[in-house]
Antibody, heavy 129, light 107 residues
Framework: QVQLQESGPGLVKPSETLSLTCTVS????????WSWIRQSPGKGLEWIGY???????NYNPSLKSRLTMSVATSKNQFSLRLTSVTAADTAVYFC???????????????????????WGQGATVTVSS | DIQMTQSPSSLSATVGDRVTITCRAS??????LNWYQQKPGKAPKLLIY???TLQSGVPSRFSGSGSGTDFTLTISSLQPEDFATYYC?????????FGGGTKVEVK
């Protein structure tokens, strides 16, 4: 079955750039949407954004000015880059596959609307000097 | 932004109880509502999507209902492994948002 694994530095200095990669195994990165979600210590879930395997993106407006997502289909990986980080960016970062198909009876609907159905285990990133 | 408000924020229950969690959207999201379960130190798990469709492998004691702005997650008979935090999430607007979570604790 499809598995996701986040990788990247666990400690980033304030004002520097946070970079994470998610490696997809057991399946192909196409033709799916892929998402990033984060969770600050003791807090709820925050949607960061998603990227389509072709490179189309949709970002959280509050992060958009600092955020870049990319996809490397040949490596079956997608990545997140967040610039100018502060302590507020300290969180567990999850990558996930977007569930983009819903069938009701004989009718099926496609689109990145139906939640995230496969998740990585999460990567803890601390922003501190 | 579409705000998602869950209630209650926590509840205490006993094995075998029927548990109901509600999620209200600040505007209509049709049926683009998803539910997750998260246990401490673990990634969330998709339970229900499109408001009422059970994700593959999820026990049938979980069910979802609602449309528009008001949604419900029901656990028909709470099992020991169901003590966790539950989140709703809307997939309607470009900016996806989660509810604040409902922690289901042992009574």
């Amino acid at each position: 079955q499809v598995q996701l694994q986040e990788s990247g530095p666990g400690l980033v200095k304030p004002s520097e750039t946070l970079s994470l990669t998610c490696t997809v195994s057991g399946g192909s990165i196409s033709p799916h949407y892929w998402s990033w979600i984060r969770q600050s210590p003791g807090k709820g879930l925050e949607w960061i954004g998603y990227i389509f395997y072709r490179g189309n993106t949709n970002y959280n407006p509050s992060l958009k000015s600092r955020l870049t997502m990319s996809v490397a289909t040949s490596k079956n990986q997608f990545s997140l880059r967040l610039t100018s980080v502060t302590a507020a960016d300290t969180a567990v970062y999850f990558c996930a596959r977007v569930n983009s198909r819903f069938c009701s009876g004989s009718t099926c609907f496609e689109g990145p609307y139906y939640g995230m159905d496969v998740w990585g285990q999460g990567a803890t990133v601390t922003v501190s000097s | 932004d579409i705000q998602m408000t869950q209630s209650p924020s926590s509840l205490s229950a006993t094995v075998g109880d029927r548990v109901t969690i509600t999620c209200r959207a600040s505007q209509s999201i049709n049926n683009y509502l998803n539910w997750y379960q998260q246990k401490p130190g673990k990634a969330p798990k998709l339970l229900i999507y499109a408001a009422s469709t059970l994700q593959s492998g999820v026990p049938s004691r979980f069910s979802g209902s609602g449309s528009g702005t008001d949604f419900t997650l029901t656990i028909s008979s709470l099992q020991p492994e169901d003590f966790a935090t539950y989140y709703c999430q809307q997939g309607h607007s470009m900016f996806r948002t989660f509810g604040g979570g409902t922690k289901v604790e042992v009574k």
